[in-house]
């Protein structure tokens, strides 16, 4: 798989074997989190806050009051970047060379964590050159949980893309806590648990690669050669738009 490539697969493409293989465990998750609606969490499961900067440029694309990007500004728990303002850590943007892996793990504790928050059907004018990074990243395959995308394979929200980075690059306990802002969040661990602990346990981008291609095929789809990109917390057009 060669990072940064877009897929020429129209709104049909095999992505669809993928939904079809996790319908079962969405199903379950759907339960679960219904029974624990109204139960209290310990705090050690909530995880803890991050030491590091965490960061988002907004191309306010998406619905203000279904952006997780927004309500993690109202917790004070990430901070606004402007365009043409440089981040020095890592960011996840389509322009990555590299996926996100452990090899990152000093890079986010040095110089923080961003993520670009715009919709996939405005994708060709969002002015990713006006958000530069020495470190810019790709995420590897994950399925969302967010209610507006649940299910769907790379439509995370800016919330879900966070925590995954934070989780492949041995920052649990931090992506358990920007996640559990949101009554939705632990279903996206639980359900990218197996793909997420191969990628945690990988050492380099070429390696979480190769765990990638090992897990699809180990959910029956063929490999797979799209980016996992934008996060976007808005609703989505076909994928032929993307």
């Known amino acids: 798989m060669a990072p940064g490539k877009k897929s020429a697969r129209g709104k049909h493409s095999n ?6 293989n996790y319908a079962e465990r969405l199903e379950d998750l759907s339960v679960q989190s219904s029974e624990e609606s109204g139960a209290s969490t310990d705090s050690d499961d909530e995880g ?3 030491t590091f900067v965490v960061s988002m440029w907004d ?19 990430i901070k606004n970047l402007k365009l043409g303002q440089k981040f020095q850590g ?28 715009c919709s996939w059907a405005k994708i060709d004018e969002t002015p990713f050159g006006r ?16 209610p507006i995308n649940y299910g769907k394979p790379y439509q995370l929200s800016c919330v879900e893309a966070l925590a995954a980075a934070m989780y492949i690059t041995e920052h649990k ?10 009554s939705w969040g632990h279903s996206f661990l639980e359900l990218n648990s197996e793909a997420l602990d191969m990628y945690a346990s990988c050492t380099d981008s070429k390696s ?3 765990a990638q291609t090992k897990y699809l095929e180990s959910v ?20 032929s738009s993307k």
């Open 15 to 20: 992505n669809q074997h993928v939904e079809k």
């Open 208 to 210: 979480v690669l190769e």
């Open 90 to 117: 890592l960011v996840l943007s389509p322009v990555g060379t590299q996926c996100v892996s452990p090899n990152d793990k000093d890079i986010i504790e040095k110089y923080g964590l961003a993520v670009i928050d």
């Open 59 to 77: 191309l306010n694309h998406c619905d203000p009051k279904k952006c997780s990007g927004r309500k993690l500004l109202r917790h004070n728990l």
């Open 131 to 146: 958000m530069k990074s020495p470190h810019p990243r790709l995420l590897p395959f994950l399925v969302a949980a967010n």
């Open 220 to 239: 029956g789809n063929e490999k797979d050669t799209r980016n996992m990109w934008p996060s976007s917390d808005s609703e989505t057009e076909s994928e």
């Open 173 to 182: 306990k931090e992506a358990k806590f920007y996640l559990s802002k949101f």
């Open 48 to 50: 803890v806050e991050a």
